[in-house]
């Protein structure tokens, strides 16, 4: 991608009203556009970071077994009258379909996926099943804010999973927290499972918890083993599994995983014949992550007073070219017998993209070198390069997340790279 090109182009003011680090960097370097409060449009460097997420969190879900489907975002209100939850939950969107039809915006799939499983299994031999998506969600949020962490729409991942005994669902539960490590794990965000209250439909829950001062989540983690509780469950200082003295954090839940209650699984009649003959109500589970949190998150915990400084597996692109000396016609060498700094930049540029290495080229002929190496700050992007008339055979390398130069011939970036 050429950035003389990309839209839209980095603002050198903070917007207005922008509460976070998180809205700040990520509007400032043009990943995002705020619509209104928790409402944003993702921009092309936003939506490449989305999908890289998501793509990680797909090929997880799939490995345990995970179908992929994708439920409505418009609901009917009818299931949601049988919940309860149409009127137990305040931060539901209600509307009117035609004729007046109680409609609702999905803010999660219990209330479409129960009775969608109830009417098409039969005997034990269809269970277990495991579908997920990964689709936008709403929540009609009185204060939406702190950027991508609180959103009104906003991306997430829910998977549910439905069994035909408690033992077997813990089993799967037990793959599915080892599957969210992993997810974080490869998107290099290190997270703290935490212990959690499981609200009106399961006795617990397990948090995955990001630490960093602009969470909205308190925790509690022992100093001296790796426990960790929520603010909610915690009723003593001293922690349970060792007697250690617990440490109040602030934090950023990214995911979250629940054994359910019966509860959803009666309302739909979500049963089936067991090998016994009896009808039984199946056992479920349900497995949340916020991919646009998720991003918010890594920004938080990942950025200087430059900018953002993204991991390389979920970064929009994997090297900056910041060219300089780009003025001039191609034509130049032909003249003087030289390559010129713009050719050198078009001849990696295409190279790297011929070894399917993503790249983004700051080929901007009305910008000077300090407001280049200023934008390749703020949007963060892993491998900085600079080619000019002063670097020769050789290229300079800089990594977003270290101080230190270094310079290469190309044979030797493009080994580093691929490495
Ligand atoms: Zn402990």
Redesign the pocket.
Known sequence: MKYSKLFPKTLKQTPTGADSLNLQFLTRAGFIHQEMAGVYTYLLLGWRVLDKISDIVREEMNAIGGQEVIMPVLQPADSWKKTGRYTSMDVLFKLKGASEADLILGPTHEEIVYPLVAENIESYKDLPIYLYQIQVKFRNEPRAKAGLLRGREFLMKDLYSFHVSDEDRDNYYEKARKAYLEIFKKIGLPVIETKAGGGTFSSISQEFQVLTPSGEDTIFI?K??S?AINRELVDSKK?P????SLEEKKAIEVGNIFPLKRAFAEVFNLSFIAADGQKTIVSAGCYGLGISRTMGAIVEVFHDDKGIIWPESVAPFLVHIVGLDMEGPLTRSARSGQVSAREKAEHIYNLLQAESVEVLFDDRTDVSAGEKFADADLIGIPYRIVVSKKTGDKLEIKKRSEKETRFLILEELIKMLKD
Request: with cysteine; charged share 20%.
């Open positions: 022992c001296d083993c426990y922690c599994e060792c007697g250690g």
